[in-house]
């Protein structure tokens, strides 16, 4: 196997685990809040709708980026009005708003279907984007893949470092308590309802502005209940959940190398190798370290009502 062989597989695998990464590590801390959001789907699939008609419409890849990001914003804002300002049951909730979001997704992409559009542009630094290896895998990525590493480590100083983390992560464990304290509990889960929308959101205006660059009804294929399993069983850890990410894209490579083969599986099993794989691996991770303790959130699902 040649260098290029490498470098093309490594960035494969990369480009196929960003979706991902953007739309767990927001999931990841909505759930850190205490806030169960199943609506990772829709979210993505109707910022993917959303940023591809922006994009289209501007001719700007940002701005179908920002509309992307925007249109996860509007549905998670929804989400967080149910549950955190209503007190309506989470799980009902989010999928409820996976199913509005596959129909406003097909809604607003109904005269963008089978239309193409140039991918987002890749970075390209002279002399570093042509070193062997390395070269395309760390300077030659599109805006969205250096975006999901950055927000990546972002999160982690800010759960790891912060003060603003540590109340973050004490309301998820006992927002009973935190309220007593005098901290904002309702606040804090609306802020961070609405980044993992707007994290949603993103994911799915990388998958029709860089991934596949074009429209078409469901292309989230699943993706936002992987990265909801990717949470979980990552043990609501940011850097494992880039690590689990990238197990994901790692499948998808030898699945397309599996079916260009010719093993003689049949196609749909193939595809679901991927899924599979990514599951079963974290599951195994997550039962090996049970006995270290749960790092899940306490309060994890629990409508929060002040006392009054």
Same mark, same amino acid.
């Given at each position: 196997?040649?260098?290029?062989?490498?470098?093309?597989?490594?960035?494969?695998?990369?480009?196929?685990?960003?979706?991902?990464?953007?739309?767990?590590?927001?999931?990841?801390?909505?759930?850190?809040?205490?806030?169960?959001?199943?609506?990772?789907?829709?979210?993505?699939?109707?910022?993917?709708?959303?940023?591809?008609?922006?994009?289209?419409?501007?001719?700007?890849? !940002? *701005?179908?980026?920002? &509309? +992307? =990001?925007? %249109? $996860?914003? #509007?549905?998670?804002? @929804?989400?967080?009005?149910? /549950?955190?300002?209503?007190?309506?049951?989470?799980?009902?909730?989010?999928?409820?708003?996976?199913?509005?979001?596959?129909?406003?997704?097909?809604?607003?992409?109904?005269?963008?279907?089978?239309?193409?559009?140039?991918?987002?542009?890749?970075?390209?630094?002279?002399?570093?984007?042509?070193?062997?290896?390395?070269?395309?895998?760390?300077?030659?990525?599109?805006?969205?893949?250096?975006?999901?590493?950055?927000?990546?480590?972002?999160?982690?100083?800010?759960?790891?470092?912060?003060?603003?983390?540590?109340?973050?992560?004490?309301?998820?464990?006992?927002?009973?308590?935190?309220?007593?304290?005098?901290?904002?509990?309702?606040?804090?889960?609306? !802020? *961070?309802?609405?980044? &993992? +929308? =707007?994290? %949603? $959101?993103? #994911?799915?205006?990388? @998958?029709?502005?860089?991934? /596949?660059?074009?429209?078409?009804?469901?292309?989230?294929?699943?993706?936002?209940?992987?990265?909801?399993?990717?949470?979980?069983?990552?043990?609501?850890?940011?850097?494992?959940?880039?690590?689990?990410?990238?197990?994901?894209?790692?499948?998808?490579?030898?699945?397309?190398?599996?079916?260009?083969?010719?093993?003689?599986?049949?196609?749909?099993?193939?595809?679901?190798?991927?899924?599979?794989?990514?599951?079963?691996?974290?599951?195994?991770?997550?039962?090996?370290?049970?006995?270290?303790?749960?790092?899940?959130?306490?309060?994890?699902?629990?409508?929060?009502?002040?006392?009054?």
């Amino acid at each position: 196997m040649t260098l290029d062989i490498v470098q093309m597989v490594l960035v494969t695998v990369l480009t196929a685990a960003t979706p991902l990464i953007l739309a767990a590590i927001g999931e990841l801390v909505a759930e850190r809040s205490g806030v169960l959001n199943l609506g990772t789907e829709g979210m993505m699939v109707l910022g993917a709708a959303a940023g591809f008609a922006v994009a289209t419409e501007t001719g700007s890849t !940002l *701005a179908g980026a920002l &509309g +992307g =990001a925007g %249109a $996860g914003l #509007a549905l998670s804002g @929804l989400f967080a009005i149910l /549950t955190v300002g209503l007190a309506a049951n989470q799980v009902a909730s989010g999928l409820a708003l996976t199913i509005l979001g596959l129909g406003l997704s097909g809604l607003v992409g109904t005269g963008y279907v089978g239309m193409k559009r140039d991918p987002a542009p890749h970075l390209h630094l002279a002399g570093l984007s042509d070193l062997p290896v390395v070269g395309d895998l760390l300077f030659g990525q599109d805006a969205f893949v250096y975006v999901a590493v950055a927000l990546v480590l972002g999160v982690w100083w800010f759960l790891v470092r912060s003060r603003a983390g540590l109340v973050l992560r004490a309301i998820g464990d006992d927002h009973t308590a935190t309220h007593a304290l005098g901290l904002p509990v309702r606040k804090v889960r609306v !802020l *961070a309802v609405l980044f &993992g +929308g =707007a994290c %949603a $959101g993103l #994911a799915g205006a990388y @998958l029709s502005l860089a991934y /596949t660059p074009f429209w078409s009804p469901g292309m989230t294929a699943g993706r936002g209940w992987i990265a909801l399993a990717l949470v979980v069983f990552a043990s609501w850890r940011p850097l494992r959940v880039a690590a689990g990410a990238l197990l994901f894209g790692g499948a998808t490579v030898l699945q397309l190398h599996a079916q260009a083969a010719g093993l003689g599986l049949p196609g749909q099993a193939l595809s679901a190798l991927p899924y599979v794989a990514t599951i079963l691996a974290l599951v195994l991770l997550s039962l090996g370290r049970r006995q270290g303790g749960s790092l899940a959130p306490a309060a994890l699902g629990r409508e929060f009502t002040p006392h009054r």
